[in-house]
C-alpha cells in the first residue's frame, strides 16, 4: 500500500501521565535526532513523487544527508495550560505540529503539560508508515530518550524490495483499488500532488470532491468494549454459523457497518475496506520488526436489504453473523497469492499516483476499518513511562472511518473510535445502546 498513499497522511497524538522524573523537551528533541539519524536514515531528505510513474522516492541530496535528522523540523511547547486528563480528553490539534508540508517525510512536537504530563504529536507521510510501523518508530524513539544501550535496543528493518509481487501480469480483479483519470486518460495533476488537506488522519479533503459544498460537523465518539462484551458479541455472531469461525473483530466490524449505514439512511449498497496486516501473511513472512506500510485492503461489500432487513429494529444475531461472516471470507482472500497479485496491478499502471482506495467513505455510503489491536500500540516507554493514549487526535471533517483500538490508560477491553457526520452518530450512539445481547 505505501505505493498509493501518497495523498494519505498519518498523524497520531502520545499522551503520557506525569513521571517520577520530569520530561526533558530538550532531550526529547536530542533523542528523536539520534532516533533517525541512527536507526531511521530513510526519514531524512524530502518526499518525491515522480510525476511520470507516481513512484514515491525519499530524496537526500548531499546537504540533507549532512544535516541529518536535525534537518527534521521538531516543535517544543514547555508550557501547555492542559492536564494529562484534559488532553486526553479533548485530543486537540494544538498538539500537534504545524501543518506537514507536502515535501516533508515527518515532523513532530513536544508538549508539557501543566501536571507534568507530555504530549507527543508526530505527522508522516503515509508511504513510509502503516500503524505497526509507526508504534515501532516511537518504541524505538523511546529507548533512545531512555538511554537504552545500542545492543539492547529494537534492531528495525527497512528492506522495502521485500515488497514486491511475481513480475508477471495480475490475474485477478482488485476492487479495493480504483484507477482515476481525466478525459484523456491520463492522471490530473490534482491527483499527483503529495497530500491535499492538512488536518485529517489521511489528509483527505472532503471540499476536493464538492468544492461548492460546506461539509456537514463530525464527530469522534469512542465506544468502549469490556471483556464481557467482547466475549458476547463473538458468541453472537458466530450462533448461526454452524462452527464457522468469525473473529470478535469481524463481530464489530459488521455491527458498526450496519448502525452507521441504517443511520445515514442513504439506502444504498455499502462498500468496506478493512485493513490488512500483511507483514505475517506474505510468504515468506516479513523480518521482525519491518517497519514500512504493509497494509493491505480487504473489501466486501452489502446491499441494502442485507443491512436493512424489513421490521428489524435492531441488529439481529442472524444479521450480525452474515455480516460477519463475510468480513472474515474477505480477510482470508488476503493470502500471499491475492498479496503479491495486488502488488502486480499496481506494477502494472502507467502512474500509481491514479491508483486510489476504491470506496466512497467520507461523506458517502461506505466505510473505511482498521485495527491497531495486538500492534504494540501501548509499548513505547519514555524513562519507563508508558503512555495513556496513543491514537489520531480530534479530525475535522472526517467521517465514515472507524478505529478499533486497545483501550485507554492500559485498561482491559477495545475502544472502536467512529468518524461520523454529527447527526448519524447520536442514531449510532442510540443503536448501539439498544444492542442488549452486549450488555
Request: hydrophobic share 35%; glycine share 8%; net charge negative.
Amino acid at each position: 500500500m505505501d505505493a498509493v498513499m501518497h495523498s494519505f497522511g498519518f498523524v497520531i497524538l502520545y499522551i503520557f501521565p506525569p513521571s517520577s522524573s520530569p520530561y526533558d523537551l530538550d532531550k526529547l528533541q536530542s533523542s528523536f535526532i539520534s532516533t533517525v539519524n541512527e536507526d531511521y536514515p530513510i526519514l531524512i531528505g524530502e518526499l518525491y513523487v515522480d510525476p511520470a510513474t507516481g513512484i514515491d522516492n525519499v530524496k537526500q541530496t548531499p546537504e540533507a544527508r549532512t544535516q541529518g535528522a536535525t534537518g527534521i523540523r521538531f516543535e517544543k511547547n514547555p508550557e501547555n495550560a492542559m492536564t494529562t486528563e484534559e488532553a486526553m480528553k479533548e485530543r486537540s490539534w494544538d498538539l500537534m505540529p504545524t501543518t506537514r508540508g507536502k515535501t516533508e517525510l515527518i515532523c513532530a512536537k513536544g508538549t508539557s503539560l501543566t501536571d507534568g504530563g507530555l504530549a507527543i504529536g508526530v505527522d508522516a507521510t503515509h508511504t513510509l508508515f502503516d500503524g505497526e510501523g509507526m508504534f515501532t518508530f516511537m518504541t524505538v524513539w523511546g529507548q533512545h530518550y531512555s538511554e537504552v544501550k545500542k545492543e539492547d535496543r529494537l534492531v528495525v528493518n527497512h528492506d522495502r524490495h521485500l515488497l514486491t509481487g511475481t513480475g508477471g501480469p495480475s490475474t485477478m480483479q482488485h476492487p479495493e483499488f480504483r484507477v482515476v483519470q481525466d478525459d484523456s486518460g491520463t492522471v490530473s495533476e490534482a491527483e499527483t500532488s503529495t497530500q491535499t488537506s492538512d488536518q485529517d488522519l489521511f489528509h483527505f479533503s472532503a471540499e476536493a470532491e464538492t468544492p461548492a459544498q460546506t461539509p456537514p460537523p463530525t464527530a469522534h465518539e469512542l465506544f468502549h468494549f469490556t471483556p464481557q462484551m467482547l466475549k458476547k458479541i463473538k458468541e453472537v455472531a458466530a450462533e448461526s454459523l454452524e462452527g464457522e469461525y468469525v473473529s470478535t473483530t469481524d463481530a464489530i466490524t459488521a455491527l458498526f457497518t450496519v448502525m452507521i449505514s441504517r443511520a445515514r439512511g442513504h439506502g444504498k449498497k455499502v462498500r468496506i475496506t478493512t485493513g490488512v496486516n500483511a507483514r505475517r501473511r506474505l510468504e515468506p513472512p516479513l523480518p521482525e520488526n519491518y517497519v514500512g506500510n504493509v497494509i493491505f485492503n480487504a473489501f466486501s461489500s452489502y446491499t441494502a436489504s442485507e443491512l436493512q432487513p424489513e421490521e428489524e429494529a435492531v441488529v439481529s444475531p442472524s444479521t450480525l453473523g452474515k455480516l460477519a461472516k463475510r468480513v472474515r471470507e474477505s480477510i482470508l482472500q488476503r493470502d500471499n497469492t491475492y498479496l503479491r497479485d495486488a502488488i502486480d496491478f499496481l506494477m502494472e499502471q502507467k502512474n500509481i499516483s491514479a491508483v486510489q482506495v476504491g470506496t466512497d467513505f467520507v461523506f458517502g455510503p461506505d466505510l473505511m476499518f482498521t485495527s491497531w489491536v495486538h500492534m504494540g500500540m501501548y509499548n513505547a516507554a519514555f524513562d519507563g513511562t508508558h503512555p495513556w493514549y496513543a491514537c489520531v487526535p480530534k479530525l475535522p471533517c472526517f467521517d465514515g472511518f472507524i478505529m478499533i483500538t486497545e483501550a485507554q490508560k492500559g485498561e482491559v477491553g477495545v475502544d472502536v473510535g467512529v468518524f461520523l457526520e454529527c447527526s448519524a452518530m447520536e442514531k449510532v450512539k442510540k443503536m448501539f445502546a439498544d444492542v442488549k445481547y452486549l450488555y
